[in-house]
């Protein structure tokens, strides 16, 4: 498809979390067209309420304002959706890109009633089960069928992904497309060997909640710093659970070696993160966890940014991390995890080495390519 002077619409749901839905909306407001950025906050997100950016040319030219978030979701959910609507019925576009099913749906309706010529489907997570409560889940589900059936074309991040789709709803898949998790490279600083190898920093960037496995590395740190006593811990993020990591640190008299830096926005973290040595991936090992399926988007920052891995075995990147190498991957527990960052933090030459091909991995994953490839076959 060509967009040049077209009216491309882009609605999700999003939070502070940089991501493939922050990513399309950069790639897509930099192109020659005319580009709505609908977003719609997560209710645990410190974001205020609903807006639609529109961009001309690259220059954002309006803004309009939604409504505010609501304490009941189902009320959230309905105001967002009857947003897209309203915007979409006033506002014919010809391609409309919905992130996450509710989006989804609203696309079909849209091209149903002649305001949408074509409708893409961008997934970027997958659950067996998405909700405990039955009639939700239910809901859910349909939903989803109905996106990925009618939609002209489906992003995928991953085949893993894609598999899983076509075997709950028995489809054949053809419009099926795996666009995978990119990495803005451009706005990587620039680093040596030399400054890394003298670092004894370990990053960990996450959200922090309960499922994130923070409070197992931080576990990990009694046994690293007993073989390598000035290794610190970077936790970049915020979250409800913050506090108790912080009095877990406290309590284990780890505060001069476990920093909580808070969040970063994306481009200064783009220029801090190149300078420390090695970065921590601890996702939790079930396949009813959304990174199962998924191609999440931090291992590749990590990665781009010069930060051999110590991940463990549940994301399909882990499979390339032990391949190439790329770092370590471990099960997911503290005498593992420590013994895989002691291995980084001290083995120069096998650091040497994971350093040279996590650059040379990540050399071909610019979001411009992906979406510039992914939008010519839509």
């Known amino acids: 498809m060509d967009i040049k002077g077209k009216h491309m619409i882009e609605a999700g749901h999003v939070t502070e979390v940089y991501g493939p839905v922050q990513a399309l909306r950069n790639y897509l407001q930099q192109q020659e067209c005319t580009f709505t950025f609908i977003s719609h906050p997560f209710s645990y997100t410190g974001l205020e309420g609903t807006k639609a950016e529109v961009y001309e040319n690259g220059v954002l030219k309006t803004t309009k304002t939604g409504h505010k978030k609501s304490g009941n979701l189902l009320v959230q959910w309905t105001k967002d959706f009857f947003f897209n609507l309203n915007y979409g019925f006033k506002n014919k576009c010809d391609f409309f890109m919905a992130v996450d099913n509710l989006n989804g749906v609203s696309a079909v309706i849209l091209k149903l ?144 070696n476990v920093k909580f830096l808070g969040l970063m926005q994306h481009t200064e973290l783009f220029k801090y993160i190149p300078h420390r040595r090695i970065s921590i991936a601890p996702y939790i090992d079930d396949k009813n966890n959304y990174t199962w399926y998924a191609d999440p988007t931090k291992p590749k920052e990590y990665l781009a940014c010069g930060l051999p891995m110590v991940i463990t075995d549940v994301p399909w990147v882990a499979e390339e991390v032990r391949r190439r190498p790329m770092g370590v991957v471990c099960a997911y527990n503290k005498e593992e995890l420590a013994a895989s960052c002691v291995k980084l933090l001290s083995d120069d030459a096998f650091y040497s080495i994971c350093l040279k091909n996590a650059l040379e991995f990540t050399s071909t994953l610019s979001w411009p390519v992906i979406y510039s490839k992914a939008v010519s076959q839509s």
């Open 113 to 256: 009633f002649g305001r949408a010529k074509k409708t893409g489907y961008y997934v970027i997570d997958h659950m067996d089960r998405r909700f405990k409560n039955p009639v939700f889940n239910f809901v859910y589900e349909t939903l989803d069928y109905i996106c990925l059936k009618y939609c002209d074309t489906v992003w995928i991040l991953s085949d893993r992904m894609a598999d899983a789709k076509r075997k709950k709803f028995k489809l054949k898949g053809n419009n099926f497309q795996i666009v995978p998790v990119g990495v803005e490279l451009d706005k990587v600083d620039k680093f040596s060997e030399s400054e890394k190898l003298k670092e004894k920093t370990m990053v960990l960037m996450s959200y922090l909640d309960e499922t994130k496995g923070v409070q197992l590395m931080i576990d990990a740190m009694e046994i690293i710093l007993k073989l390598v006593s000035d290794a610190q811990l970077l936790i970049i993020g915020t979250g409800p659970y913050e506090n108790a990591l912080k009095e877990q640190a406290k309590k284990l008299k780890l505060e001069k």
